[in-house]
């Protein structure tokens, strides 16, 4: 189920985010990036929509997923 990014509070988003980039171990290139700049990253993707926050009910787990990666046709909106 895909969670709309507008609908979480900021605090609970920020949260979210940042324990994303902490697990993923994103890679952002050579240079090394804040956890500021990467949350700030990955933000920019959600309001541009290019990454959507999915609830998974099965593995009772929230993720964060580049929607190229994201099967839509198997997703419910809330």
Same mark, same amino acid.
């Given at each position: 189920?895909?969670?709309?990014?507008? +609908? /979480? #509070?900021?605090?609970?988003? $920020?949260?979210?985010? #940042? $324990?994303?980039?902490?697990?993923?171990? &994103?890679?952002?290139?050579? $240079? @090394?990036? +804040? /956890?500021?700049?990467? *949350?700030? &990253? *990955?933000? #920019? $993707?959600?309001?541009?929509? +290019?990454?959507?926050?999915?609830?998974?009910?099965?593995? @009772? +787990? *929230?993720?964060? *997923?580049? &929607?190229?990666?994201?099967?839509?046709?198997?997703?419910?909106?809330?």
């Amino acid at each position: 189920m895909i969670i709309p990014w507008q +609908s /979480l #509070e900021f605090d609970t988003l $920020q949260r979210l985010i #940042e $324990q994303f980039v902490l697990i993923e171990g &994103t890679d952002y290139g050579e $240079q @090394e990036s +804040s /956890l500021a700049d990467k *949350v700030a &990253t *990955v933000l #920019e $993707q959600l309001r541009q929509g +290019s990454a959507v926050i999915v609830y998974s009910e099965l593995h @009772e +787990s *929230v993720n964060i *997923v580049p &929607t190229d990666r994201f099967d839509a046709s198997k997703a419910e909106m809330p």
